[in-house]
């Protein structure tokens, strides 16, 4: 991250421990800078969602806990507050897997969203009418119950309902999972339209390395609770490792497993 950009959100060398025994995240720094997309990228199990949950304060529900390192948004440490006070703040989180009140219609599944406000109706109806217009699908299934919607449709309900809160950055967590590949883009072509119109910041975190560069200004790559390579998103997508490791991708033929290079990894955590 340029020296210019302010980081709206700065993770400095945190640790995570769950049950007191397993050390999941060792050393993790990142930063999301003010209007700015970036994301976290790597395969399932290298920390991505615990980073989050960590940023998000939602640890403890799972008995998990930052040990060591730091967390700061807008210049203000934030890892003692409750989830619900940073929601306040400006912060929101998508979980992974979507998790709609499945009982309940989509508009009543986005009012949810606007619990912790205090303006007053008219600007909630406001609001409520901003996410319609980005998610016209969620205007037509409006009166449905969430339940019996499709995944795409549940994945733009948790945004609709994260822009409920009026955030300033959202925690976006495997927003691809599950969902066919035009839907994928149609999901990050409005993730886009978000930072830009509404000057959302976001953090993803992302196992389809491919869309999530192509919509990204910043990337951070993890592997085993670890950061192991950073940098602009198109940088890393011409990278011939990330190119061969997470898109596929070899200008040398296949290899062997004894062939295979490895990152340079920056070891921050022992800074």
């Not at 948790?158 to 999972?177: F, N, Q």
């Amino acid at each position: 991250m340029t020296e210019t950009s302010k980081s709206f959100l700065k993770v400095s060398n945190i640790e995570v421990i769950y049950d007191h025994v397993i050390l999941v995240l060792k050393g993790v720094s990142l930063e999301v800078p003010e209007g700015g997309i970036v994301a976290l990228l790597g395969a399932n199990g290298a920390g991505k969602s615990t980073t989050l949950k960590a940023i998000s304060n939602l640890l403890g529900a799972e008995r998990g806990d930052v040990t060591k390192g730091s967390i700061e948004y807008k210049g203000e440490v934030v890892d003692s507050l409750n989830p619900s006070d940073l929601v306040k703040r400006g912060v929101v989180q998508v979980m992974e897997g979507r998790h709609c009140f499945e009982h309940l219609s989509i508009e009543e599944n986005l009012l949810t969203g606007a619990y912790t406000r205090k303006d007053g109706r008219k600007a909630i109806a406001s609001d409520m009418q901003m996410v319609y217009d980005y998610f016209p699908r969620l205007h037509e299934r409006r009166s449905s119950q969430a339940g019996y919607t499709s995944g795409g449709e549940q994945q733009m309900c948790a945004i609709g309902r994260a822009l409920m809160a009026k955030p300033e950055m959202i925690l976006l967590d495997e927003p691809s999972m599950g969902l066919a590949p035009q839907l994928v883009e149609e999901i990050f072509e409005i993730v886009r339209k978000l930072n830009q119109n509404e000057g959302v910041s976001f953090l993803l975190a992302e196992q389809n390395t491919n869309v999530a560069l192509r919509y990204s200004d910043y990337g951070y790559i993890m592997e085993n609770g670890r950061v192991v390579m950073e940098g602009n998103a198109k940088e890393l997508g011409e990278n011939e490792d990330v190119k061969e490791f997470y898109l596929g991708i070899s200008t040398e033929g296949r290899k062997s497993f004894r062939d295979v290079k490895h990152y340079r990894r920056r070891k921050r955590w022992l800074t």
